[in-house]
């Protein structure tokens, strides 16, 4: 916690001070501006003519009661799409993309392939595999439904995208194709860190496969795990081109970024859509603060046990 | 490598980066077309032999094929007064909310005026401004598979009552020979602005109105209204596939073409599609008005159709405006309706023989025209987005089964007086 005194300070803060301007410039000034949209009446055909109105794109009361953003059932809905996307897509693809790192950290032939070739879901643009997905999971003529109608799990075709039941976890299954490499990557990075000379150890001890990654491999591998979860946390909050090709204009999944989008894009209303961005930077930025304190909560309880 | 996600701006930067490799030369016009069915090759066609003979160059910018996606684009980009496209196709319910950024071309069609139907330039006059000429018209029609009906010695339905009745029979009959796949009924049920042409002519057809009136009030929460969307919300699994909530025009179009529903309802731009060489269903198909709402009820069609305008940061209006004369011209329209049955907006060219021989469905096209359901653009004017898109949900929740039709429409009514108290139109 020592501050560099006197010559020291002012050295660190020209140093920092390029990084420092081209952040306020690239992520500072838009976000300024965004949070000062979202207290007006903005409207895109004309942003010139935007006048400040305060608080009431967020939550305001009028003869009919309340309204803006926070009072709109549909934002809520947005929120509880979105987390329930985000902590069902983030589990499966933790759990999916261990497993599939623990594989290819096996030495076998033809493994530096196999190991290029599951990354390919992930380099495809998301709105190609989108496209994709909707007609693997069309109900008339999708690949999907005339699979599972062959091997007789299903009696007739299911209306994937459609159904409301259906449309999130459509959604997810997309996501979790695309996205588990991305996850086995940075697990199968981690294994990679972890030293033989542990598990020689825990061989020599006696401990079979199952206790040696319970015991030695997966807290040796929690804290670059931690740090993939959070990544891929915080990139799904902001979950918008897949919903948008797949699903397109549905309420039952509906994600935040999809509800700012409309309202700045198809209504034109730059003031509420600000506030609706706003509210999700909000949203992300309490996730990400959540996410710190927990791991540096975490190392102590560690050393404790 | 985690921020790779296209945001929402993705697609603005897409047709940003096409149309400004297409300025690349300065007599160069850009025009956006259209890309359901025919359109785009249609498009690029005309305007190519306008500019072999005048010696210029134009490029096609394609743009999304759901109408209200591509209203937000032309929006940022004229919002961001781009003139990177000069020529603009805009639905017939745009001219209110895009009209300012439009140069005025009537005195660049004086004369001309009275060569198109009245309602269309009516329609396209903003503020005593011709924002638009009109291109195409649109009304939605019922297709049919005349050789199931002859099979099974059933009459076009003249209701909907009477069409759900001969699509379940027709549908319970070839299912039970073999043909699995079959559906009675397809049309467009997803959340867009489809549904809301659906559902207009539902409810109109059952005398319930047009959801806000001429003189602007709300008038969607009532029972001929109410009784439109359950009669519509009991199609969906039993006569159409649930996927049908998740189907714009071309999805409904490629369940039919592939000869897998008896029954469906698009825009005549489906009918050289259907009888195309490569169709499958080619020879079999035939098209009659939409059915009435009931014994006492009527028939009703939502009107489309699309406008060809002049954008104002275009640095070339002049030419712009000479290829919107061309393209919307009688020999034009006249090969549009003869190649690809797009309805022409001059009245003369319905009366055509050799567009009648090849389009015979145009003769009740020329009735039903001028009775075409307008959508409630003009009268709620920018605010039209949002009533559209409220509309849609609120019909897409009862077609789910989410919500019954009485809870939702007289939920419909309120947030609307409510947009409409607060100042939406």
Redesign the interface.
């Known amino acids: 916690m020592n501050r560099p005194a006197g010559e020291g300070a002012r050295v660190a803060w020209m140093l920092l001070a390029p990084t420092l301007i081209v952040l306020a410039l690239v992520a500072g000034w838009p976000l300024a501006r965004t949070i000062w949209f979202s207290l007006t009446d903005a409207h895109?055909?004309d942003?010139g003519a935007a006048r400040f109105i305060g608080p009431e794109n967020y939550l305001a009361r009028d003869e009919?009661g309340w309204?803006g953003v926070l009072a709109d059932p549909l934002w809520w809905r947005a929120v509880r799409n979105t987390s329930v996307f985000v902590i069902v897509s983030v589990t499966l693809e933790t759990l999916l993309g261990l497993v599939i790192a623990l594989v290819l950290q096996a030495r076998f032939p033809g493994r530096a392939l196999v190991r290029a070739a599951v990354l390919i879901p992930w380099a495809i643009?998301?709105?190609v595999s989108a496209q994709m997905w909707g007609w693997m999971l069309?109900?008339?003529?999708g690949l999907i439904n005339d699979l599972l109608m062959r091997l007789g799990l299903i009696g007739h075709?299911?209306?994937w995208?459609?159904?409301?039941g259906l449309a999130m976890g459509a959604v997810i299954v997309a996501d979790v194709w695309k996205t588990t490499p991305?996850m086995a990557l940075l697990s199968l990075a981690a294994l990679q860190l972890v030293p033989v000379e542990c598990l020689d150890a825990a061989r020599v001890d006696g401990a079979g496969a199952v206790r040696t990654f319970r015991h030695v491999t997966l807290p040796l591998i929690l804290p670059a795990l931690t740090v993939a979860v959070i990544?891929?946390s915080?990139?799904a909050l902001?979950i918008?081109?897949l919903i948008y090709v797949l699903?397109?204009?549905?309420?039952?999944t509906m994600s935040m970024?999809v509800y700012?989008?409309?309202q700045?894009?198809?209504?034109?209303d730059v003031g509420y859509g600000s506030a609706a961005s706003s509210l999700l930077f909000f949203f992300i930025a309490a996730c990400t603060i959540g996410f710190m304190v927990l791991s540096r909560l975490r190392p102590t309880a560690g050393a404790a046990r | 490598m985690v921020a790779m996600k296209p945001g929402r701006r993705f697609l603005e930067f897409v047709v940003v980066v096409m149309v400004t490799m297409a300025g690349a030369t300065a007599a160069e016009i850009s025009v956006s077309c259209g890309a359901v069915g025919r359109e785009l090759e249609l498009c690029r066609s005309g305007a190519e032999a306008w500019a072999g003979s005048t010696g210029n160059e134009v490029r096609v910018v394609t743009a999304p094929s759901a109408t209200n996606e591509r209203l937000a684009l032309y929006q940022q980009l004229l919002a961001a007064r781009a003139p990177d496209v000069d020529v603009f196709q805009i639905d017939v319910i745009w001219p209110g909310i895009l009209g300012n950024h439009f140069v005025d071309l009537g005195d660049r069609f004086r004369g001309q005026r009275q060569a198109f139907f009245p309602e269309m330039v009516a329609n396209n006059t903003v503020d005593g401004r011709l924002v638009a000429i009109p291109w195409f018209a649109s009304v939605g029609m019922l297709y049919y598979r005349k050789d199931l009906l002859d099979k099974h010695r059933l009459e076009v339905p003249g209701t909907w009552a009477e069409l759900k009745e001969t699509a379940r029979k027709i549908q319970a009959a070839e299912r039970e020979s073999g043909n699995t796949k079959i559906w009675g009924y397809v049309w467009q049920g997803r959340a867009y602005e489809g549904l809301t042409c659906n559902a207009l002519e539902w409810i109109a057809s059952h005398g319930g109105g047009t959801i806000v009136d001429p003189s602007g009030a709300v008038t969607i929460d009532n029972p001929r209204a109410v009784a439109a969307l359950d009669q519509a919300a009991g199609w969906v699994g039993t006569i159409s596939p649930r996927g049908v909530l998740n189907y714009a025009e071309e999805d409904a179009r490629g369940v039919f073409q592939s000869g897998n529903a008896v029954f469906m309802r698009n825009w005549p731009y489906a009918w050289s599609l259907a009888q195309a060489e490569d169709s499958p269903v080619r020879g079999q198909v035939a098209v009659a008005p939409l059915p009435a709402g009931g014994k006492d009820g009527e028939r009703a069609t939502t009107l489309g159709g699309w406008q060809l305008a002049v954008s104002r940061y275009s640095r070339h209006p002049e030419l712009a405006a000479d290829l919107v004369r061309y393209l919307t011209s009688a020999a034009e329209q006249r090969r549009r309706a003869i190649v690809a049955a797009y309805i022409p907006t001059r009245p003369v060219l319905l009366e055509d023989p050799d567009v009648l021989r090849e389009n015979p469905f145009f003769r009740f096209v020329a009735e039903t025209l001028p009775d075409a359901i307008a959508r409630p653009s003009s009268v709620t004017g920018s605010a039209y987005n949002r009533v559209s898109n409220r509309t849609w949900n609120a019909v897409h929740g009862v077609l789910a089964g989410r919500t019954n039709a009485t809870a939702a429409l007289a939920k419909l009514e309120r947030d609307l007086k409510r947009l409409h108290r607060r100042g939406g139109w």
């Open positions: 895109l055909a942003l009919d309204f643009p998301t709105i069309h109900d008339q003529f075709p299911l209306a995208t459609a159904d409301p991305f990544f891929r915080l990139d902001r918008f081109d699903t397109p204009g549905s309420e039952q970024s700012a989008r409309q700045l894009v198809d209504f034109q």
